[in-house]
């Protein structure tokens, strides 16, 4: 779902729904010439559905006409498409640049974007350019942090070679003595599931506590295969963290092999941030 505030105000959105599934807003409050306007979409929406609201809500926006120069801010925590940064397979669209140009272009055009930890931010800064403004996985894991946090880490494990940098900036915030190590995986082509994970064989993981950070967990498969061979190969607690949990598979299938789950945001309606509380207080 969306929300509008101009001007630091609140500004009621009256979502529509017709018997055919087609939508439309109706915005009540707008002042009639206002400095800004703030549009923020809720990270439970669903990725399909951001387009057509926002598509809604820029219409409403455009049609006011206002004579001075509105600043037209969107806050999208979660980046659509994120993961379509590239074509898979012959036939595919590359969605992350559709909605990237969609968005530069569409209406009244924004001022600024606003979003936290791209999957692959380099495409979408090459197109929205100093539009976007990005909180980094950093900011993003420092603000999910309980104020009782007192786990002293050995080691961050980069869950591949794509998370290698980001995991780093952890390993760094998290002081002198936390180790950085990268793990490999392959992958079937045919089917997209893991069927390798390796770590560097000279390292001795025995009693050590161990967290995986990366930016988005869906299904964990990756995070699964992983904090298995670290539990084999002795580690002692293996946590995870991630900027957006989606968390289509559920939990229950992480339970016994993660230890503590700490996240940013929760994405879609599969969880919700007391699903997260559960789990870290089972035994």
């Not at 598509?55 to 120069?69: A, E, G, P, R, T």
């Not at 009782?148 to 080691?155: A, G, L, P, Q, R």
């Not at 904090?227 to 289509?248: N, P, Q």
């Amino acid at each position: 779902m969306i929300t509008v505030f101009s001007d630091n105000k609140e500004i009621k959105t009256n979502y529509l729904q017709f018997s055919d599934g087609a939508i439309s807003f109706r915005l009540e409050g707008l002042q009639e010439e206002p400095r800004y306007i703030s549009v923020n979409v809720d990270p439970c929406t669903l990725v399909k559905d951001i387009r057509e609201e926002l598509s809604c809500i820029l219409d409403c926006i455009y049609h006011m006409k206002f004579q001075n120069n509105v600043k037209l801010i969107l806050n999208i925590p979660y980046f659509p498409y994120g993961r379509c940064d590239r074509k898979f397979e012959e036939g595919n669209p590359i969605m992350l640049e559709d909605f990237c140009y969609w968005l530069l272009d569409y209406r009244c055009g924004f001022d600024e974007v606003h979003t936290c930890d791209i999957h692959n931010e380099s495409p979408v800064r090459y197109i929205l350019g100093d539009v976007l403004h990005v909180k980094q996985q950093l900011g993003c894991y420092r603000e999910s942090i309980p104020c009782d946090f007192s786990t002293k880490y050995d080691y961050v494990i980069s869950p591949d070679k794509g998370a290698t940098l980001k995991a780093a900036t952890i390993a760094d915030h998290l002081g002198q003595g936390v180790g950085l190590q990268y793990a490999g995986k392959k992958r079937c082509i045919e089917t997209g599931r893991i069927i390798e994970t390796t770590l560097p064989e000279d390292v001795d993981f025995t009693g050590t506590k161990c967290l995986i950070p990366d930016d988005i967990c869906d299904f964990g498969g990756t995070f699964i295969a992983l904090a298995k061979l670290l539990k084999e190969r002795g580690a002692y607690r293996v946590d995870l963290y991630v900027t957006h949990m989606i968390g289509g598979g559920g939990l229950d299938r992480l339970t016994g092999i993660i230890d503590t789950i700490y996240c940013y945001q929760t994405i879609g309606k599969y969880l919700n941030k007391e699903n997260i509380l559960e789990f870290n207080k089972r035994d």
